[in-house]
């Protein structure tokens, strides 16, 4: 007898248009972030609406980092969205390479 495990992947879905990289919270070091890719607009009697793939994540924040020449120092939760909105591709990348599909037969 042959089983096949497999996790499907629900898109989220909300009417108002979601940035890829939301900072939800920073905690001891620790930013939680909600990755968003593969939006997609529908448009529907209601209004338009948004459905993406969609992952919390938890990023450990550097103490600083360079932005150009200045070494910026991760104090505030302002400078924390700074160093995300500057890490964006590597912080999205994560989060899709993170994301698996399972099958077992």
Not at 7 to 25: G, H, I
Not at 56 to 65: D, E
Request: aromatic residues 12%.
């Amino acid at each position: 007898m042959s089983h096949k495990l497999e996790v499907f992947k629900m898109l989220a879905e909300s009417n108002t248009e979601p940035a890829n990289l939301y900072l939800d919270k920073v905690d001891d070091g620790k930013a939680r972030i909600l990755a968003r890719w593969n939006i997609n607009t529908i448009t529907r009697e209601e209004g338009i609406f948004y459905q993406y793939e969609e992952k919390v994540i938890i990023w450990q924040l550097p103490l600083t980092y360079q932005n150009g020449e200045t070494t910026v120092t991760i104090s505030t939760f302002s400078d924390a969205e700074a160093y995300i909105t500057a890490n964006t591709e590597e912080i999205l990348n994560f989060a899709k390479g993170s994301t698996k599909t399972f099958r077992r037969s």
